[in-house]
C-alpha cells in the first residue's frame, strides 16, 4: 500500500512556464517532506524540504507548498528551464530526526520543452 | 572520498546466482541505507544501518537478500539465489546522523538478472 503517491507518471512543460509537480501521502504520522531530482545513471539529490509546521518553503525557482488537511504537496518551479528536465521524487518521514528512513513516490518525469 | 560510490554500476548475472554489491559512504556519516528502484516503481527501502545500533531490516523483500556493514563504513548488499524480479536499480545513500533529510545517494548500481 503506497503511503505516498505521485499520480501523475510524467509532466511537459515549456520553457519559462510553471512546473507544478504533486504529492499525495496518506500516513498522518508524516511531519517532514522533501523533493528529490534525478537525471538519468545519477543517484537521486535533495532539492527542497518543507516541515509540517510551514505551509510553505522558498529556495530560488523552486517552492514546496504543504496543505497538512488534505494530505497534499507540490512542488512548483518557476521560470522552468531546459536543466530541469528529470525525474522527480516526492518523499516523507514520520519524525524529523527520528531514524526513520524517507518514504518515496514512485516519481514524476517533468520534461521541459525550449 | 566527496562522496557515496557504489560498485559494480552495471551487473549482469544468471538466474540462480548469487551476488554482492558494495556502497563506500561518505566518510564520517553514520547512517546509511539501501533502496532498491525496480522498473516504473518508486524508490523502496530496503535495509538501514545507524552507528551501533541494529540495522533496520524491515524492507528486506525475502531471506535471500542480507545486508552488513563492516567498522561503521562500507557496506556490501547480498543477493543470494537471483531471481528475475530481482533486476533493478540499487541505490545507496549516507546521510550524518540518520536526520530524515540531507540524504546522499550514490549513482547505483544496475543489477539485471537474466
Known amino acids: 500500500d503506497q503511503q505516498v503517491k505521485q499520480n501523475s507518471p510524467s509532466l511537459s512543460v515549456q520553457e519559462g512556464r510553471i512546473s507544478i509537480l504533486n504529492c499525495d501521502y496518506t500516513?498522518?504520522?508524516?511531519?517532514?517532506f522533501l523533493w528529490y531530482k534525478k537525471y538519468p545513471a545519477e543517484g537521486p539529490t535533495f532539492l527542497i524540504s518543507?516541515?509540517?509546521?510551514?505551509d510553505k518553503n522558498e529556495d530560488g525557482r523552486f517552492t514546496v507548498f504543504l496543505n497538512k488537511s488534505a494530505k497534499h504537496l507540490s512542488l512548483h518551479i518557476v521560470p522552468s528551464q531546459p536543466g530541469d528536465s528529470a525525474v522527480y521524487f516526492c518523499?516523507?518521514?514520520?519524525?524529523?530526526?527520528?531514524?526513520?528512513?524517507?518514504?518515496f513516490g514512485k516519481g514524476t518525469r517533468l520534461s521541459v520543452i525550449a | 572520498g566527496a562522496g557515496v560510490s557504489q560498485s559494480p554500476s552495471n551487473k549482469v548475472t544468471e538466474k540462480g546466482k548469487d551476488v554482492e554489491l558494495r556502497c563506500d559512504p561518505i566518510s564520517g556519516h553514520t547512517a546509511l541505507y539501501w533502496y532498491r528502484q525496480s522498473l516504473g516503481q518508486g524508490l523502496e527501502f530496503l535495509i538501514y544501518f545507524q552507528g551501533n545500533s541494529a540495522p533496520d531490516k524491515s524492507g528486506l523483500p525475502s531471506d535471500r537478500f542480507s545486508a552488513e556493514r563492516t567498522g561503521g563504513s562500507v557496506s556490501t548488499l547480498t543477493i543470494q539465489r537471483t531471481q528475475q524480479e530481482d533486476s533493478a536499480v540499487y541505490l545507496c545513500a549516507s546521510s550524518p546522523d540518520g536526520a530524515s533529510y540531507g540524504y546522499t545517494f550514490g549513482s547505483g548500481t544496475r543489477l539485471t538478472v537474466v
Open positions: 518523499a516523507a518521514s514520520a519524525g524529523l530526526r527520528g531514524n526513520t528512513p524517507l518514504v
Open positions: 518543507i516541515s509540517s509546521i510551514k
Open positions: 500516513n498522518s504520522m508524516f511531519d517532514y
